[in-house]
Nanobody
Framework: VQLVESGGGLVQPGGSLRLSCAAS????????MKWYRQAPGKERRLVAG????????TYTDSVKGRFSISRDNVKNILYLQMDSLKPEDTATYYC?????????WGQGTQVTVSS
């Protein structure tokens, strides 16, 4: 099982990034997928989620209207489009796959928002 995040980097406030999470080794389409983030010295927190079926997406309040989560069940990739980035969005971003008792994590990708 692998979850490999990419797309992080350094961006100025107001800029955009698109994170990707490439999944392999499991049936991606069956799993609920989520993005978490963890800033230095802080707990890992849920950012956005997308179910295995259906269209309902969830977002933490601080990213609503700026971030968009999506998935491609053919390519087995999870995305997080991040617009209007703020310095407080700086963190390591992790993708997470959940199906029943199965719970997989990626290694994370760093996002730094700074001028």
């Amino acid at each position: 099982v692998q979850l490999v995040e990419s797309g992080g980097g350094l961006v100025q406030p107001g800029g955009s990034l698109r994170l990707s999470c490439a999944a392999s080794g499991f049936t991606f389409s069956r799993f609920d997928m989520k993005w978490y983030r963890q800033a230095p010295g802080k707990e890992r927190r849920l950012v956005a989620g997308i179910p295995s079926v259906g269209v309902r997406r969830t977002y933490t309040d601080s990213v609503k209207g700026r971030f968009s989560i999506s998935r491609d069940n053919v390519k087995n990739i999870l995305y997080l489009q991040m617009d209007s980035l703020k310095p407080e969005d700086t963190a390591t971003y992790y993708c997470n796959a959940v199906y029943g008792s199965l719970n997989y994590w990626g290694q994370g990708t760093q996002v730094t928002v700074s001028s």
